[in-house]
């Protein structure tokens, strides 16, 4: 399980990092890269020591403190979005949907992933896509095939609306969504 979790971040940190190298291209990989790599080690960590079931606390407890620390921290605002959540706060805007839609024509096509930063009159817009590992599926995958019963049981309580299972390897989960004000001092 270590390993895949590992593969998954190496995987993916090739794909964040794109050819644009504007400070706020820069500043929005950072920053997504970051939240990714703590949200990423501390689950794993709640997998190893609680296992899965145990784990499913972890998100429902503190993916958004871990989320809005960064976000303070680095004076953003900070998101991850998605078009099928499993908490209804995660629900991708109009933008950050029309991003997950170009990223899903993309891997239809076999066509690399990258970052997208928009600069809009007030400041400016970074996506990372989010994509699913094996690990990943084992509360997003299928019921009785990757999700076990007790996952199922439990992700049902907390999540009783939750759209955001059958799911396979490499699919696109969501994005995480960067946005700040142009006042900002690496813009």
Known sequence: MKYIFLLFIVAASSKLYAENKSPAFIK????????????????????QSKGTVGAIAFCNERAYPITNATAKKEVVFLKRATDKPRNPKNLADQSEAAVISKYKRQLERNISLNPILKEVDEGFEFYSPILTNAMCLQCHGSPKKEISDGVLAKLQTLYPKDQAMGYSINQLRGVFSVRWKKKSSVD
């Open 28 to 47: 929005g990989k950072k920053i997504a890269s970051e939240l990714q790599m703590v949200l990423g080690k501390n689950l794993l960590a709640a997998i």
